[in-house]
């Protein structure tokens, strides 16, 4: 398992420097330095707070179900379980390892592995349920500017395309039939999943208050996510309708949460580009759309990995 982390890992390091490098190629002014001393400090703080607040409500929302099937760790503990998920979900294709890494993660504070199995299922169907919500506004977002949706959607699926090729000939040359899901961990899988669906019936039919609160955390969880590129506007000195430029982000949501490219890499990078050009000139946008992804994504990866080679250097010492 931890073999394809490491493959994941290098595959999004490569997405992003390339990605990166042709948004500077592109659009960086000569005048970067200025631009960045430029910003508005209040905004781009504000976009850093609600990074905090997204860490919380993805915090928030597993504790309170840990809690409900009698799991115990601190509340601390849990930014760490958020950031090594988010770590996970960034190397590994659609977002795959931040449903993974949480079973080690929670595994290492104790308790059985199949309780821990539902409260990341659980986490997972509350996040779910934000994309069916929010579905019919992100689909007159789309249908309401044509040409910019057909920039966005070519982007997107020209960047799939060539992923799932690149990730057919990687599999067939160099893992051919490895798994993220093998060994030790698919026979817990098995040897556990009864009890495993037992408890999740158990949850949603006693835990219901419990369901509620956590599905009102991941909505919060998610807007979050938006208003970070929401502040990071204001940042810039743009004046915005604070609820077009909410809806607008909805399509690319989607796009990086669902896309198979590891964390929505260059998916994130390159879509965003038609999405907020209609806010920025050509001179702040690169700039804007990096600043962006560090923000949202990427700086939380960062930390998220250095948290899960501590822990799996402790847990190898350990055993």
């Not at 905090?52 to 760490?80: E, K, V, W």
């Not at 294709?93 to 890494?101: D, R, Y």
């Given at each position: 398992m931890y073999k394809n982390f490491l493959y994941g890992f290098c595959i999004t390091i490569i997405v992003i420097l390339t990605s990166f490098g042709y948004i500077i190629f592109k659009t960086f002014p000569p005048n970067f330095f200025q631009v960045l001393m430029g910003l508005n400090k209040k905004y781009l703080i504000?976009?850093?707070?609600?990074?905090?607040?997204?860490?919380?409500?993805?915090?928030?929302?597993?504790?309170?179900?840990?809690?409900?099937?009698?799991?115990?760790?601190?509340?601390?503990?849990?930014?760490?379980?958020s950031l090594v998920s988010t770590?996970?979900?960034?190397?590994?294709?659609?977002?795959?390892?931040?449903?993974?890494?949480?079973?080690y993660t929670l595994s290492r504070k104790g308790g059985e592995f199949y309780k821990i199995l539902t409260a990341v299922t659980i986490k997972g169907v509350s996040g779910t349920l934000f994309y069916v919500f929010f579905l019919p506004f992100t689909l007159h977002t789309l249908f309401k500017?044509?040409?910019?949706?057909?920039?966005?959607?070519?982007?997107?699926?020209?960047?799939?395309?060539?992923?799932?090729?690149?990730?057919?000939?990687?599999?067939?040359?160099?893992?051919?039939?490895?798994?993220?899901?093998?060994?030790?961990?698919?026979?817990?899988?098995?040897?556990?999943?009864?009890?495993?669906?037992?408890?999740?019936?158990?949850?949603?039919?006693?835990?219901?208050?419990?369901?509620?609160?956590?599905l009102i955390f991941s909505f919060l969880l998610y807007f979050s996510f938006i208003f970070i590129g929401i502040f990071l506007l204001k940042a810039f000195h743009v004046n915005i309708n604070w609820k077009e430029v909410y809806l607008n982000q909805l399509p690319l949501v989607y796009a990086i949460f669902m896309s198979p490219t590891p964390g929505g890499s260059g998916v994130g990078e390159l879509g965003a580009l038609p999405i907020f050009s209609s806010y920025l000139s050509e001179t702040y946008l690169g700039i804007f759309v990096i600043l962006w992804r560090i923000i949202s994504q990427y700086l939380s990866a960062f930390l998220g990995g250095i948290i899960f080679s501590i822990f799996l250097l402790k847990d190898l010492r350990k055993n």
């Open positions: 504000s976009s850093f707070i609600f990074l905090i607040f997204y860490h919380t409500f993805d915090n928030l929302r597993l504790f309170f179900i840990a809690r409900s099937l009698n799991l115990r760790y601190p509340f601390l503990y849990g930014y760490l379980v770590f996970g979900a960034t190397v590994t294709p659609a977002h795959l390892g931040g449903e993974v890494l949480p079973l500017n044509p040409k910019q949706t057909k920039e966005f959607l070519v982007i997107v699926f020209l960047l799939i395309f060539l992923f799932v090729l690149g990730y057919l000939l990687w599999q067939k040359l160099v893992i051919k039939n490895e798994s993220l899901l093998k060994g030790k961990l698919r026979k817990k899988l098995k040897n556990t999943f009864l009890k495993y669906i037992a408890t999740c019936k158990q949850f949603i039919k006693k835990d219901k208050k419990v369901f509620l609160t956590v």
